[in-house]
T-cell receptor, first 115, second 113 residues
Framework: EAQVTQNPRYLITVTGKKLTVTCSQN?????MSWYRQDPGLGLRQIYY???????DKGDVPEGYKVSRKEKRNFPLILESPSPNQTSLYFC??????????????FGQGTRLTVV | SQKIEQNSEALNIQEGKTATLTCNYT??????LQWYRQDPGRGPVFLLL?????KEKRKERLKVTFDTTLKQSLFHITASQPADSATYLC????????????FGDGTTLTVKP
């Protein structure tokens, strides 16, 4: 089954403790992206990757890191989480290349709470 | 940066009626615009994509229009059903900044039986 898989689904952590949210897709998509969703602010793009070893900042990259060492995986790293990073996070992938776009496939989400 | 506004946070309609959701954008002319459905606690699911040179797109009971002069997209669900109740998001990308995408806050549609 074609899907985007995020882990974990739920995570409660303490301020400053490094964490990684994994994202994996099995559709051989070139493009992957991370978003956070907060009430009243909608989906905001954190980072995206057009291909392996290519990553770029979205609208809200501060406090996050990503890597794209292989096509299927795009982990989101919070080196020193803070309470304002409490949010619902989504990973997405798409077969888009260049300036073209096609539908994006989203993961099931990771609800992160930083206390 | 480009900004998207969706007409209202919530829309309530009666079963069988047509729901019309609005997406307005400013600052840039998008190459294409997408509509997604999102159920509570779940990831968005793609519905339709419309390109800048297309005026209208249809899929079953769904119809999307794209007016680049008004900078607006309308999303219609005809013969609405309670199962259509969800939050609907519009999203846009632009040619000059391939890879970046902007989403609206969404409109929550409730279809009452």
């Amino acid at each position: 089954e074609a899907q985007v898989t995020q882990n974990p689904r739920y995570l409660i952590t303490v301020t400053g403790k490094k964490l990684t949210v994994t994202c994996s897709q099995n559709m051989n998509h070139e493009y992957m992206s991370w978003y956070r969703q907060d009430p009243g602010l909608g989906l905001r793009q954190i980072y995206y990757s057009m291909n392996v070893e290519v990553t770029d900042k979205g609208d809200v990259p501060e406090g996050y890191k990503v890597s794209r060492k292989e096509k299927r995986n795009f982990p989101l790293i919070l080196e020193s989480p803070s309470p304002n990073q409490t949010s619902l996070y989504f990973c997405a992938s798409s077969p888009r290349t260049g300036g073209l776009n096609t539908e994006a496939f989203f993961g099931q989400g990771t609800r992160l709470t930083v206390v | 940066s480009q900004k998207i506004e969706q007409n209202s946070e919530a829309l309530n309609i009666q079963e069988g009626k047509t729901a019309t959701l609005t997406c307005n954008y400013t600052n840039y002319s998008p190459a294409y615009l997408q509509w997604y459905r999102q159920d509570p606690g779940r990831g968005p699911v793609f519905l339709l994509l419309i390109r800048e040179n297309e005026k209208e797109k249809r899929k079953e009971r769904l119809k999307v229009t794209f007016d680049t002069t008004l900078k607006q997209s309308l999303f219609h669900i005809t013969a609405s059903q309670p199962a259509d109740s969800a939050t609907y998001l519009c999203a846009l990308d632009i040619w000059t900044n391939a890879g970046k995408s902007t989403f609206g806050d969404g409109t929550t549609l409730t279809v009452k039986p």
